[in-house]
Nanobody, 118 residues
Framework: QVQLAESGGGLVQPGGSLRLSCAASGRTFSCFAMAWFRRGPGKEREVVAA????????HYAESVKGRFTISRDNAKNTVYLQMDSLKPEDTAVYYC???????????WGQGTQVTVSS
């Protein structure tokens, strides 16, 4: 079983920055890839960024390219999402997820709220 715990959300003004963290743990921890998803008010859940655990491959939604950066720390089993130049449209609950074998995201965190407002 893989457990994921997000942290770092909060209230920030437009143009500001936040850094989200996701710590993974478990007796048989193994993630082929990890990703950040978000669900905004009245919107469908969407993938924001993804990264392979042991490779230099990343994916970003078009809406966040150039503003968000996903990274990982293998020794700490932690993935990060650096969010810069935040916009009100970025307001959402952000979820960390683990794809254990390259098929689908099966393990999810509880989510952390990000609110971008003046």
């Amino acid at each position: 079983q893989v457990q994921l715990a997000e942290s770092g959300g909060g209230l920030v003004q437009p143009g500001g920055s936040l850094r989200l963290s996701c710590a993974a743990s478990g007796r048989t921890f193994s993630c082929f890839a990890m990703a950040w998803f978000r669900r905004g008010p009245g919107k469908e859940r969407e993938v924001v960024a993804a990264i392979k655990w042991s490779a230099n491959h990343t994916h970003y939604a078009e809406s966040v390219k150039g503003r968000f950066t996903i990274s990982r720390d293998n020794a700490k089993n932690t993935v990060y999402l650096q969010m810069d130049s935040l916009k009100p449209e970025d307001t959402a609950v952000y979820y960390c997820a683990c794809d254990p074998r390259g098929g689908k995201y099966e393990y999810w965190g509880q989510g952390t709220q990000v609110t971008v407002s003046s």
